[in-house]
């Protein structure tokens, strides 16, 4: 196997992190959580639209499959909610996969449509289908994970759960991107019609990643309702899946350092700017406008081009 | 009679889906964007006309050519200042631009106007008048006649004036366009000026039926574009026959089915058009009729 240059300092770096952990501030470390769930989420998300070239406008229809699915799993069934999250992200990936099914034959803005609707049509079913959802009042109890008889219902708890999960899964999606697949994926999305004519099979792996994406998805979507124990209809609305968007374009599309970075950002801005109440969407709606329309490559091309930069420099002084 | 009766109020409802719809289908046709913040838009002008109308209270009629003028000088400022740079890459970035556009202005107008809906002076009489068995307001009359003229108007246009044929010619390839002496920029300015100007027009009619409020934009413009999409995106009669269809559909099956699903109906209806007749429902009807032209044509 050949060694990333990041490799090393990565390996201290992670285990090191784990010291946030141990931040006496429990409201830091709820932020903490959220913004990590909010990186799986947005890297569902940016394998699509970063890596695929689909925008999807229904992402939070995933998501609130996932943590539907497991809620109602480990409530009326009482399956061990370890085993719960797993199913609800597994089956939230053939959701992917089914909603993905237009693919084949549609693209572009209709696609995104497909996902808009179909986000819309399970938000409908959530509120309407009272006997399993529990309507507009939603799912409340929802039990706490446990691993081997150790409840895992703190923020701190969570934090060491949930830390070696997003740790292994970006690497996972790293080693996605860099695979012959994951490859293929950017083939398509820079000339689709290019990848078929080598042999790429483009609607199979479209497919496929619409499954994977909605495996993360649903994933972060599980893990939420056993963060926060309790999920409603209105938590999943449109301006959810704005709001992962936002994570995506701001951190930089098609990067996974880009997904987190997202995740941190409008986080932290959505916590900070509460105070703010209407201002916040406005700040929202602007960045997203500006971001997309004056640095496409987002926070980590701007990253990028700092860093480049300075490089240059550094050559030219020593010629 | 029950029937009839859901059919005419569906009629009604579908003839606002169709003029909104005709904003999405203008920018369309030309630029093969967008625009998500058009519904927005819409929004925007039953807010300024509201202003307009309070403003001269004697003079209604000024208020309405005030009122969507100054929607299309917004769209048109949003253009140069957000999309202008967006048009030459990937449509979808122009969409993902727009819909930023349309989260910020809708919060803009919940802090200037706030997020209740305001009521809204009618400009026509209130008394309805009943056919087969359904109350029509002279509103609904109204918006159900102007985007019908509307819509003869906007064809006039793109098929007689010199404009209208430069707009036609850059939908179909803009390069050449570019080639032949017609300026994109200015003409990509000028579409969405009457995309914008339509929009507060039809902000202005709808808002006596639905009230104002801000986010009135949102749940209105995603139908009307799907009534777009289901006619036929980019064409004007398409759209006016997508709008009424939509309206039709979903009047019969909240009142056959459930109102719950209501909006989910219309949405699953999007995805069965795109995928059995991408085009729109209206291209199966052309792909026949233009096939017999030709054959006319060739016997002749």
């Known amino acids: 196997m050949k060694i990333n240059k990041y490799f090393f300092p990565l390996l201290i770096l992670l285990p090191a992190l784990l010291i946030i952990g141990f931040i006496p501030n429990i409201y830091y470390l709820h932020l903490i959580n959220l913004i990590m769930i909010y990186s799986l989420f947005s890297l569902g998300l940016n394998l699509l639209t970063g890596y695929t070239g689909i925008t999807s406008f229904g992402h939070a229809g995933f998501f609130a499959f996932g943590a539907y699915v497991t809620a109602i799993l480990s409530t009326r069934y009482i399956m061990p909610p370890i085993l719960s999250v797993f199913f609800a992200s597994f089956l939230t990936g053939i959701a992917g996969f089914i909603i993905g099914l237009p693919v084949i034959k549609i693209s572009g803005i209709y696609l995104a449509m497909v996902t808009l609707g179909s986000a819309e049509f399970i938000r409908l079913l959530a509120i309407n289908w009272e006997s399993l959802t529990g309507g507009p009042l939603g799912i409340s109890n929802i039990p706490a994970i446990s691993i081997l008889g150790f409840y895992i219902n703190s923020e701190r708890s969570f934090f060491f759960f949930l830390y070696p999960i997003l740790i292994i899964l970006t690497f996972v999606f790293i080693r996605i991107i860099g695979s012959r697949f994951g490859r293929s994926l950017e083939a398509i999305k820079d000339d689709e019609r290019a990848a078929e004519s080598i042999g790429i099979p483009c609607a199979k792996n479209k497919l496929f990643s619409f499954f994977i994406s909605g495996f993360y998805s649903g994933l972060a979507g599980a893990l939420y309702a056993h963060f926060d124990r309790f999920i409603a209809p209105d938590t999943f609305t449109f301006s959810l899946s704005i709001l992962v968007l936002c994570m995506v374009i701001i951190g930089g599309m098609g990067t996974v350092p880009g997904s987190i970075l997202g995740a941190i950002i409008i986080v932290i801005l959505l916590e900070y700017l509460q105070p703010l109440g209407d201002y916040r969407l406005l700040v929202y709606g602007l960045l997203l406008a500006i971001m997309i329309s004056y640095y496409p490559q987002g926070l980590i091309g701007i990253l990028r081009e700092i860093s480049g930069y300075f490089k240059k420099n550094r050559f030219q002084r020593n010629n | ?300």
Not at chain 2, 30 to 36: G, L, P, Q, S
Not at chain 2, 123 to 140: C, Y
Not at chain 2, 225 to 240: D, K, R
Not at chain 2, 259 to 273: C, T
């Open chain 2, 1 to 300: 009679m029950m029937f009839f009766g859901q059919i005419i109020s569906g009629l009604i409802i579908g003839s606002i889906y169709s003029l909104l719809g005709l904003g999405f289908t203008m920018i369309f046709a030309c630029t093969k964007r967008i625009n998500f913040a058009h519904g927005d838009l819409m929004a925007l002008g039953g807010f300024i006309g509201l202003v307009f109308i309070q403003m001269f209270p004697s003079f209604l009629f000024l208020s309405f050519i005030f009122g969507p003028l100054s929607i299309g000088i917004i769209a048109v400022i949003i253009e140069r200042v957000f999309l202008r740079r967006l048009q030459e890459v990937q449509p979808l970035k122009i969409v993902i631009a727009t819909i930023g556009l349309s989260v910020a202005m809708k919060s803009i107008m919940q802090i200037i106007w706030g997020p209740d809906p305001i009521a809204y002076p009618n400009i026509v009489s209130e008394k309805p008048f009943f056919l087969l068995g359904v109350g029509i307001t002279p509103q609904n009359l109204l918006i159900f006649l102007i985007s019908i003229s509307l819509m003869i108007v906007l064809q006039c246009f793109f098929l007689y004036t010199k404009t209208g044929c430069a707009l036609r010619a850059l939908s179909q390839d803009r390069y050449a366009a570019r080639l032949m002496g017609i300026k994109m920029g200015q003409s990509i300015s000028i579409i969405y000026f009457i995309s914008g100007v339509l929009g507060g027009i039809a902000g202005m009619l709808i808002a006596p039926i639905f009230f104002v409020s801000s986010s009135m934009g949102t749940f209105l413009g995603l139908k009307s574009f799907v009534a777009a999409v289901i006619g036929g995106l980019g064409s004007i009669p398409g759209t006016i026959m997508g709008g009424l269809f939509l309206g039709v559909v979903e009047n019969l099956s909240s009142g056959f089915i459930s109102s719950n699903y209501k909006s989910g109906i219309s949405l699953l209806f999007l995805v069965l058009v795109l995928l059995f007749s991408p085009k729109g429902l209206l291209s199966i009807f052309r792909s026949k009729y233009f096939l017999k032209k030709v054959k006319s044509k060739n016997e002749n």
